[in-house]
């Protein structure tokens, strides 16, 4: 198998080691080029069917949670940048950013693969939800795509983002953000050596995440499919660690030694925020 980012062949077992769902184990491998980590095996059709029944709903919220404030004002800042058009949102999730750019006079449109998530967000007026793609129409291509938290749980991207960029017009702008968590960060370094001094346990939970990129593997993954890079952040965000602690809190030894290191790993990540961190803001030309 070769790394999904960057297309090289050459692997070597991570520190991430291996997840188990349902009986099956998934191991991450960390690409000798780029430094990424992907599963071997990729989670099948009917792994991915279950992985995001009921339950993965929870999961959403705490994804969209990551991007924050910021990676949404970013999103609205670029829209500001352009003359009101199509934006579409690929896995819009609750329509929260679609919302806030219909406000702004941008004709909306989420792509929301959970047809119930799209039936309970899709509801408003103001904005369109649709669970396939093929059903936009030519005029409905957008000025503007966003990929938020997307693009870490495709399972065939050399399949998947063909069908994906085919929804933006040639010359139009592509957004994404996302996590990197390969990426060098004090806070990772950490979590590597408490994993190491705990030794190898399989973790059971599902593989949402069957990438996990550092910053030189995304921004390889965008230019090998055509994209003109126009701007690349990284910064830094609290996940997984709590945000604040609250009272209760200080009375878990566990989520306040997390969060005191997330604290300074921010800190230091500070110093160099063209290489460290834990999350890109990416916007790239699409020139078809």
Same mark, same amino acid.
């Not at 999904?4 to 998934?26: D, M």
């Given at each position: 198998?070769?790394?999904?980012?960057? +297309?090289?062949? $050459?692997?070597?077992? !991570?520190?991430?080691? /291996?997840? %188990?769902?349902?009986?099956?184990?998934? =191991?991450?491998? *960390?690409?000798?080029?780029?430094?990424?980590?992907?599963?071997?095996?990729?989670?099948?059709?009917?792994?991915?069917?279950?992985?995001?029944? +009921?339950?993965? $709903?929870?999961?959403? !919220?705490?994804?969209? /949670?990551? %991007?924050?404030?910021?990676?949404?004002? =970013?999103?609205? *800042?670029?829209?500001?940048?352009?003359?009101?058009?199509?934006?579409?949102?690929?896995?819009?999730?609750?329509?929260?950013?679609?919302?806030?750019?219909?406000?702004?006079?941008?004709? !909306?449109?989420?792509?929301?693969?959970?047809?119930?998530?799209?039936?309970?967000?899709?509801?408003?007026?103001?904005?369109?939800?649709?669970?396939?793609?093929?059903?936009?129409?030519?005029?409905?291509?957008?000025?503007?795509?966003?990929?938020?938290?997307?693009?870490?749980?495709?399972?065939?991207?050399?399949?998947?983002?063909?069908?994906?960029?085919?929804?933006?017009?040639?010359?139009?702008?592509?957004?994404?953000?996302?996590?990197?968590?390969?990426?060098?960060?004090?806070?990772?370094?950490?979590?590597?050596?408490?994993?190491?001094?705990?030794?190898?346990?399989?973790?059971?939970?599902?593989?949402?995440?069957?990438?996990?990129?550092?910053?030189?593997?995304?921004?390889?993954?965008?230019?090998?499919?055509?994209?003109?890079?126009?701007?690349?952040?990284?910064?830094?965000?609290?996940?997984?660690?709590?945000?604040?602690?609250?009272?209760?809190?200080?009375?878990?030894?566990?989520?306040?030694?997390?969060?005191?290191?997330?604290?300074?790993?921010?800190?230091?990540?500070?110093?160099?925020?063209?290489?460290?961190?834990?999350?890109?803001?990416?916007?790239?030309?699409?020139?078809?």
């Amino acid at each position: 198998m070769i790394c999904p980012l960057c +297309t090289y062949t $050459e692997w070597s077992p !991570s520190w991430a080691g /291996s997840i %188990s769902y349902r009986g099956k184990e998934y =191991e991450y491998r *960390r690409c000798l080029s780029c430094g990424s980590l992907y599963s071997y095996p990729m989670p099948d059709a009917e792994t991915l069917a279950l992985m995001y029944g +009921t339950d993965y $709903e929870r999961f959403l !919220s705490a994804e969209e /949670s990551m %991007s924050g404030v910021m990676g949404a004002g =970013e999103v609205i *800042r670029w829209l500001g940048l352009n003359r009101p058009g199509t934006f579409i949102d690929y896995g819009c999730g609750a329509g929260h950013l679609l919302r806030e750019a219909a406000k702004r006079g941008w004709r !909306s449109v989420g792509v929301e693969l959970d047809q119930r998530i799209a039936e309970k967000y899709g509801n408003g007026a103001e904005v369109l939800i649709v669970t396939d793609p093929a059903k936009l129409s030519g005029e409905r291509k957008a000025d503007v795509l966003h990929l938020g938290d997307v693009i870490e749980h495709l399972t065939d991207p050399d399949a998947q983002i063909p069908h994906i960029l085919s929804l933006l017009k040639k010359g139009g702008i592509l957004l994404a953000q996302g996590p990197l968590e390969a990426n060098p960060n004090l806070f990772l370094t950490v979590m590597r050596w408490a994993r190491l001094l705990r030794g190898r346990r399989i973790l059971e939970m599902p593989p949402y995440h069957v990438i996990q990129a550092t910053a030189g593997g995304q921004r390889a993954f965008f230019t090998r499919f055509g994209l003109v890079e126009l701007a690349f952040t990284i910064h830094e965000v609290s996940w997984p660690a709590p945000g604040r602690l609250a009272m209760g809190d200080l009375l878990n030894p566990r989520a306040v030694a997390l969060f005191s290191v997330r604290c300074v790993s921010q800190f230091v990540s500070g110093f160099r925020p063209s290489v460290l961190g834990n999350r890109y803001f990416y916007a790239g030309r699409w020139n078809g």
